[in-house]
């Protein structure tokens, strides 16, 4: 049970408690108080008074709230931290990307690593965000007028049993898919006079090659005017089992840049437990295929698979360098709601988790990746992160975008999420797509209206 006087606060406590296994049997109540430069309150944990006291300066409202925000998580994390005897990679930091807040910090202050120190972020995760920053150097780009175009297809082949992505095994979606079309075909033309300097296009989803050949190159054909500049071009073809020689023809023939095949894990068990319907040998078909188009191919991998051992994740990241791709792209296994296998979480050890981490950072460092762009996810297990890799000079531009939000996103499709980046107001704007396929389609020209709207002044 935790009380505090405003809601978004306790919101934002409740994230730090999660991090610690049994703070939520605790009685906290919480009592802040800002001002002469100094945020301090009181955490009473069982009965037990917590006092802390932080010297800092907020010089607007919103600084102001940043910052009871930050001191009492940090507050919360170290009290917590003592008696549970646990530290943790990230320390009191639970947003979803550290990355901005060390670009935030570096533009104050010169120096985003103290400021990492305080808030309990351990050395390694202090370095890897370093090397994230720099792996970005060129790339990042705060600039009105940037945009990422996003389709999204969220159609797969069936679903596979820790995903909580808004995407449905084609069997049951496949009758929605001439109108779907249909409808982004629409958008697509719609979005054409709303962007300045399109940087990248992302097909994903889902698994956009779950579609027929004819199927897919109708998504292409409507991209295709949007992308004149020839800019970096990404299709998520996706799993293995999707793979065939006449879809990959047609991203060659569109001009598509970069393809991912993915294989989440290369040990037969594992994929077998998760529901993927495909082998490991599948993965490396698919590669083999794929190769002589001369595609940049991305390999996702996930951390903490269920009843995956040390020993096979560390077999999934030898085999994942030695197909050579340009990425490859480490996620640590995150449980929501939509996931089928959310009682599982528990079982993982941390310690193992850890170890998976430790390894493949090792690992992918050995082989000449580098790590180029950085998320966390609530409800991750260890309360880790997702990293991508990538071969000197190979960096997808269209993550680095979304993931530092440094650009607009004009998505198109079913529980697409556009934003519009305010750099002068210091603010974004999101508008999302409903997630319900027939929904999204009865309100396609409201959908089509309000993001006339929001990127109505991008082009002018
Ligand atoms: C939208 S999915 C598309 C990939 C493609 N459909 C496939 O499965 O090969 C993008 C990636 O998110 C990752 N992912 C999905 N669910 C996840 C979860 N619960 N925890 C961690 N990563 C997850 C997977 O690595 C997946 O490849
Ligand atoms: S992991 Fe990929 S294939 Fe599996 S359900 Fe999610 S989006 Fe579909």
């Known amino acids: 049970m935790l009380s505090c006087a405003s809601e978004w606060l306790s919101q934002e406590l409740m994230d730090v408690c999660r991090l610690f296994e049994g703070a939520d049997a605790l009685e906290i109540v919480h009592t802040s108080m800002a001002g002469n430069s100094r945020f301090a309150g009181v955490f009473c944990i069982d009965g037990e008074q917590f006092p802390y006291s932080y010297a800092d300066t907020a010089r607007t409202a919103t ?6 925000k930050r001191y009492s998580k940090l507050a919360l994390y170290n009290i917590l931290s003592e008696k549970f ?3 943790l990679p990230w320390g009191s930091l639970t947003g979803i990307r ?10 104050k202050t010169g120096e985003f690593e103290n400021f990492f120190r ?25 600039k009105e007028g940037n945009c990422d175009l996003f389709v999204s297809l969220p159609f797969c082949p069936t679903k596979c049993v820790y995903c909580s992505f808004i995407t449905a095994p084609i069997a049951a979606t496949r009758k929605f898919m001439p109108a779907y079309l249909s409808a982004l075909e629409r958008e697509l033309k719609a979005a054409k006079p709303l962007y300045k300097n399109l940087r990248s296009v992302y097909i994903g989803g889902g698994t956009p090659f779950v579609l027929e050949a004819e199927e897919l190159e109708r998504v292409f054909e409507a991209i ?16 293995p089992d999707v793979f065939t020689e006449e879809k990959l023809d047609l991203c060659k023939k569109y001009g598509v840049t970069r393809i991912c095949i993915n294989a989440q894990s290369f040990s037969d068990r594992t994929l077998a437990a ?16 794929a190769r002589p188009y001369g595609f940049d191919i991305n390999c996702d991998l996930i951390a903490g698979l269920t009843g995956e051992t040390l020993e096979e994740f560390e077999n999934s990241v030898d085999t994942a360098i030695g197909l050579s791709p340009e990425n490859i792209t480490v996620h640590t296994l995150c449980l929501k709601k939509g996931a089928k296998l959310k009682e599982e979480t528990e079982t993982l050890s941390e310690g193992g988790m850890s ?3 430790a390894y493949s950072r090792e690992k992918l460092s050995a082989a000449g990746y580098a790590p180029y762009y950085l998320y966390r996810q609530k409800y991750m297990a260890g309360a880790h992160e997702n990293v991508g890799w990538t071969k000197p000079n190979k960096a997808c531009i269209y993550n680095v975008d979304v993931m530092e939000e440094i650009a607009d996103n004009l998505a198109v499709g079913a529980n697409a999420i556009s934003k519009r980046v305010f750099f002068s ?16 389609l009865s309100k396609l020209e409201t959908i089509i209206e309000e993001k006339n709207k929001l990127f109505g002044a991008a082009s002018e």
């Open 85 to 87: 005897h646990k530290k």
């Open 274 to 289: 998760i529901g993927r319907k495909h082998s490991a040998d599948d993965v490396v078909k698919a590669f083999e295929m």
């Open 98 to 107: 550290p990355t901005r807040l060390a670009y935030a910090s570096l533009e």
């Open 355 to 357: 170890a998976m981490i």
């Open 118 to 142: 305080t808030l309990g972020v351990s050395e390694e995760n202090i370095a890897l965000t370093a090397r994230v920053l720099e792996g970005q150097r060129g790339i990042y780009e705060r």
């Open 63 to 68: 600084e102001e709230k940043s910052l009871v």
């Open 425 to 440: 107001e210091g603010r974004i704007e999101r508008l999302a797509s409903p997630k319900d396929l027939a929904t999204y």
């Open 224 to 239: 295709a005017p949007l992308r004149e500049n020839g800019c970096e071009y990404t299709v998520e073809a996706g799993r």
